[in-house]
């Protein structure tokens, strides 16, 4: 017996490496030292900062996994690995410095663990940070054949000075809201028993869209960090953030919110996009689950001064992300409270 023939291909290992080195490299900040291959990476911290905070997370992409690696949609879940971590880790106003992976798989396919890390490179050059490093392990016998699972990392940099962290939220601040790409990568426990209930196909089109549904679904989660760039060197005095994710709204939208105030959202204020209401219909969801379960259409919401509200919404607009008024902050926020009212819940 060999290693090869207990299910682990070393040298296939090494040429997989070999295959993504370029991908790798070319999101490289000048800050990073060294490259792909060492025991681990190396990033100074950019220049100029005198009180640094780091700041960290770690996310993965979930059951979507499931779907994409189905219809071979790899390069489009590596996206949403790093736009799961990134979109996280900017709502304290930090900038992404590096991303780091790990790729856990029954057998190593190269074609399709080359897309997932393309797609890692693709969501870290769109965000501005090195992907640093990463480990990818062949578990046969653990994973069947063909199947993976991400897991992502992040660590960004803020001055301490600019840390956004909600405390300076009060009653009268504009809520505003920052469209979706579509379900992002959330809900896909649900998403696929709708699917197998429904005998949706991959030739299934969307209903009120030119689009078919397992493109719509599959459509990888938009990265905010160009965006909370733009506004922060605008300057647009931004005093909250969240990242609409597992749990919709109400989960992570009082999440930025300081004790003393609650968010007031008016349900009326966007259509919800077509994907939904076709999960909706087709899954007959409850409307109070589908709130509790899906973003419905707001990918990240900024809390801004009432008299900022039309310079973050034309920021918006310049960076390319459609956004509009939400709500507003009111006070309240009893110890009872959920932080949020409004939603029909």
Same mark, same amino acid.
Do not use: N
């Given at each position: 017996?060999?290693? !090869?023939? @207990?299910?682990? $291909?070393? @040298? +296939?290992?090494? @040429?997989?490496? $070999?295959?993504?080195?370029?991908?790798? *490299? +070319?999101?490289? !900040?000048? *800050?990073? #030292?060294?490259? %792909?291959?060492?025991? =681990?990476? %190396?990033?100074? /911290?950019?220049?100029? #900062?005198?009180?640094? /905070? %780091?700041? +960290?997370?770690?996310? =993965?992409?979930?059951?979507? /996994?499931? %779907? +994409?690696? @189905?219809?071979g949609r790899h390069h489009d879940v590596g996206i949403d690995l790093v736009a799961m971590c990134v979109n996280d880790v900017i709502t304290s106003g930090a900038e992404p410095l590096f991303f780091l992976d790990y790729i856990a798989t029954g057998r190593l396919s190269p074609e399709a663990m080359a897309a997932v890390v393309e797609g890692i490179a693709e969501g870290c050059r769109q965000s501005g940070c090195a992907l640093l490093g990463g480990e990818t392990a062949e578990m046969p016998g653990f994973y069947g054949p063909g199947r993976y699972d991400l897991a992502g990392f992040c660590v960004a940099v803020v001055e301490e000075a600019a840390l956004i962290d909600g405390s300076r939220i009060q009653a009268g601040d504009a809520i505003l809201a920052v469209a979706s790409s579509g379900v992002h990568s959330n809900g896909f426990s649900l998403v696929r028993r709708i699917l197998e209930a429904s005998g949706a196909t991959a030739s299934t089109p969307l209903p009120g869209s030119d689009r078919g549904l397992l493109d719509a679904l599959l459509t990888p989660t938009r990265l905010y960090g160009d965006l909370v760039k733009a506004l922060l060197k605008a300057p647009v005095p931004v005093r909250g953030m969240a990242h609409i994710t597992g749990g919709g709204l109400p989960e992570n939208l009082p999440r930025c919110l300081p004790s003393g105030v609650e968010a007031r959202v008016d349900p009326s204020s966007w259509e919800r996009p077509p994907v939904f209401r076709w999960l909706q219909a087709a899954g007959e969801v409850p409307e109070s689950d589908l709130w509790n379960t899906f973003n419905l259409g707001v990918g990240y919401c900024l809390v801004v001064p009432p008299e900022a509200e039309e310079a973050a919404l034309a920021c918006c607009a310049a960076a390319g992300h459609a956004a509009w008024r939400l709500g507003e902050v009111l006070a309240g926020g009893a110890e009872d409270s959920s932080g949020i009212s409004g939603l029909p819940l």
């Open positions: 017996m060999d290693y !090869r023939t @207990a299910g682990v $291909d070393v @040298a +296939a290992g090494r @040429a997989f490496v $070999d295959r993504i080195r370029s991908s790798v *490299e +070319a999101t490289h !900040r000048p *800050e990073v #030292l060294g490259g %792909l291959g060492g025991f =681990g990476g %190396l990033c100074r /911290l950019p220049s100029g #900062l005198s009180q640094p /905070l %780091l700041v +960290a997370g770690t996310d =993965g992409v979930g059951t979507k /996994l499931e %779907l +994409a690696q @189905a219809h």
